[in-house]
């Protein structure tokens, strides 16, 4: 049931994204995202300080009280997040109003009853109906994220599996895990299809699903379906505002996955949204314009045709643009975009428009994804996003250029036909039960032309076959979903740039040693420790630190390693300098034939750890967009490329670590190319 206060915290999440408008233009000028919040009065403060101690010391006797109930143990985080939202909100102040005193005091009187009754070899929430929040602990860094799920009344075990949709939210500067949590006890949302789960993400606070919260999307997603029975053929991703270019970005990268797609207003691409929208002039750098190619919903619009969508946008709304330029983008593949239109409407649903967005999206659920599509369209810049349905890139001619596969399943003939465009290395994957042909007979492929025989399939029905050009030709590899390179080339989840390390688990490590120079070392502990700050900030974590003597081979093998220092400083810098493309020493920064000095530069880096490759070693980086492109969402895309030498003679401002003498990308074996990949 909707509250008043549900109501209000609705309406602050879906403000427009232009807050102060011009005034978020100005570099030297940032306001902090998040505000400062309100004072506490000190009884309260003191209650709450009470209340947070008090769960952790349940929260710390559970594992002796559960130990052998290891099922029971797992559900921690489904109590740790009520811990976790109360501390931060007090620690760092982040209560923005009064009303969200009672509502921290509320959520920890929640977390004691969760408490209590997993003691007693309970946990009632996860067969509950309704509205219930839930928790997962999240791969990347160790932190517990929330999310909240509307169940349906007629769940119950052994039912058969439930269309399930994904609600991305809007725009919230104060979006703390207070207000996310209370929100979602309280408020089903916009939609509340019938008989269908509604997953509600919080995306680690004022993040429009991408870099980690794109990774917290599928590890909620598969905590979810833990508990409750999930169709896989009957998922919607829809959202509105900031959460419409949650969905936008969802809908064109991961198409084959839906059911159907519902944007919602948001933004669809970074360039011409943020000269209409925020009256911003843009100067990117030549490699941070090619990195809007990463998440940009218009340069893969030729994926639509892989799933059925619907946008809307209210008439008067400026972010009526994102839908806008996607029709305009689909035109040009082919494609008419269905787009409702609520007519003399600004930022919201009108509710004759909704409702035919209801009858429209419920139709398409009800049908349902077709798994195994005869004919895939795919375009992709990057192996960050490499699938589509039965086809499967393994490597690339040029990463940021556009690659691009139309296939097609030809039954009757026995026969794939794929053409390809910037393509290396392919696999087509059937899982089981999906392969299309007669088991008896040998199939083919026609790849580019090229007429090549496919390998039997498993009597389970599933099947793979692999392929990799060699100069023109094309020649069959052992089969593998992933291609296992034996040499260093770019790989699916090893491809750069810098941020991509921060989409799976990952390690800072301290220097303990002299640094080559004291001003660089001054730099490195200065970007450090704003690194762990933004971290918990922006996305809602407490980083994983390490010195460099406390790694252990355990780490190394399960974190992507953040080494902070030079070769003098870190120890495991000094291990792996020599195989790093980038020399640098006390006389010297080397890249190729270029040469900068040591004591005013200063290299950042991302490279396959000579230590594990199937890891990332970044150097002296943490994500790479700053203060100023948290004032919008569309500006949150990567700063740097795979590599940089960044100038620290030149301050340090809210757009970037330094001055930045050079940048660029490695080539598809990792190498430095001439140009750095312009």
Not at 298 to 310: D, I
Not at 617 to 625: D, G, H, L
Request: aromatic share 10%; charged share 25%; with cysteine.
């Amino acid at each position: 049931m909707k509250t008043r206060f549900a109501a209000v915290l609705l309406a602050a999440m879906l403000l427009p994204a232009w807050a102060d408008g011009p005034k978020d233009n100005i570099p030297e000028s940032v306001r902090p995202i998040p505000p400062p919040g309100i004072a506490v009065p000190e009884k309260d403060a003191a209650e709450l300080r009470d209340g947070i101690a008090d769960l952790q010391k349940q929260l710390a006797a559970l594992p002796a009280a559960l130990k052998a109930k290891p099922h029971l143990l797992e559900l921690t985080p489904d109590i740790e997040i009520f811990h976790k939202a109360v501390r931060y909100a007090l620690d760092y102040n982040e209560f923005f109003k009064p009303s969200e005193i009672v509502s921290a005091k509320a959520l920890l009187q929640e977390g004691a009853a969760r408490a209590a009754a997993l003691r007693a070899g309970n946990a009632p929430w996860t067969n509950a109906t309704g509205l219930v929040a839930r928790g997962f602990r999240s791969r990347i860094d160790g932190s517990v994220q929330p999310y909240g799920v509307v169940i349906p009344t007629n769940v119950c075990p052994g039912c058969a599996p439930f269309r399930t949709d994904f609600w991305f939210h809007g725009r919230g500067e104060v979006l703390s895990e207070v207000n996310f949590l209370t929100d979602r006890m309280k408020n089903p949302g916009q939609f509340t299809p019938p008989g269908a789960i509604v997953l509600h993400l919080y995306n680690r606070y004022c993040n429009p699903a991408r870099f980690a919260g794109e990774t917290d999307v599928f590890e909620a997603f598969e905590h979810l379906q833990k508990s409750w029975p999930v169709d896989p053929d009957r998922v919607v991703v829809r959202g509105f505002s900031m959460g419409g270019a949650s969905t936008w970005g969802f809908t064109t990268h991961h198409a084959w996955r839906w059911a159907a797609a519902q944007p919602g207003a948001g933004f669809s691409e970074t360039a011409e949204f943020l000269k209409v929208f925020q009256d911003e002039t843009l100067k990117p750098a030549w490699w941070e314009q090619k990195l809007w190619r990463l998440y940009d919903a218009t340069g893969h619009a030729l994926n639509l045709f892989n799933v059925p969508t619907v946008a809307y946008s209210g008439e008067d709304d400026r972010q009526k643009q994102a839908a806008d330029i996607m029709e305009k983008y689909c035109a040009k593949e082919g494609l008419k975009l269905t787009h409702i239109v609520g007519p003399k409407t600004g930022h919201k649903f009108e509710p004759g428009a909704k409702a035919e967005v209801e009858r429209r999206i419920d139709a398409l659920a009800a049908k349902g994804r077709n798994p195994v599509p005869k004919q895939v369209k795919f375009t992709t810049f990057t192996l960050r996003y490499n699938r589509m349905f039965w086809v499967v890139l393994d490597g690339l001619e040029q990463h940021w250029e556009r690659a691009r596969v139309d296939a097609e399943i030809a039954a009757d003939a026995g026969e794939i036909r794929a053409q390809t465009k910037g393509v290396t290395a392919i696999t087509f994957h059937f899982e089981p039960g999906q392969y299309p042909f007669d088991l008896t007979r040998r199939a083919r492929v026609m790849l580019d032309g090229e007429k090549l025989e496919l390998p039997a399939a498993q009597t389970d029905r599933s099947f793979n076959a692999s392929f990799r050009k060699e100069g023109r030709s094309w020649k069959a590899v052992d089969s593998s979903f992933v291609i296992r390179h034996s040499s260093l080339s770019k790989r699916p989840g090893l491809q750069g740039p810098i941020d991509d390390a921060f989409m799976d688990s990952f390690l800072f490590v301290t220097p303990t040693g002299t640094p080559v120079n004291a001003k660089v070392g001054a730099w490195v502990t200065s970007e450090q420790q704003r690194a762990v700050k933004e971290w918990r900030r922006q996305f809602r974590g407490d980083a994983r630190v390490k010195t460099d003597r406390e790694v252990t081979d355990a780490d190394i093998a399960a974190h992507n390693l953040v080494l902070w220092g030079d070769p003098d400083s870190n120890l495991l810098l000094k291990r792996i300098s020599d195989r790093l493309p980038i020399a640098w020493d006390g006389s010297q920064v080397r890249v190729g034939k270029a040469s900068y000095s040591p004591a005013s530069h200063v290299p950042v880096l991302v490279y396959p750890n000579p230590l594990n490759p199937n890891r990332y070693v970044v150097v002296n980086s943490s994500f790479t967009y700053r203060e100023y492109d948290y004032l919008n969402n569309a500006r949150q895309t990567p700063k740097l490329p795979d590599w940089a030498i960044v100038d620290i003679s030149k301050p340090v401002t809210s757009r970037a670590p330094g001055g930045i003498a050079n940048a660029g990308f490695f080539g598809e074996r990792w190498e430095l190319t001439p140009g750095g990949g312009r």
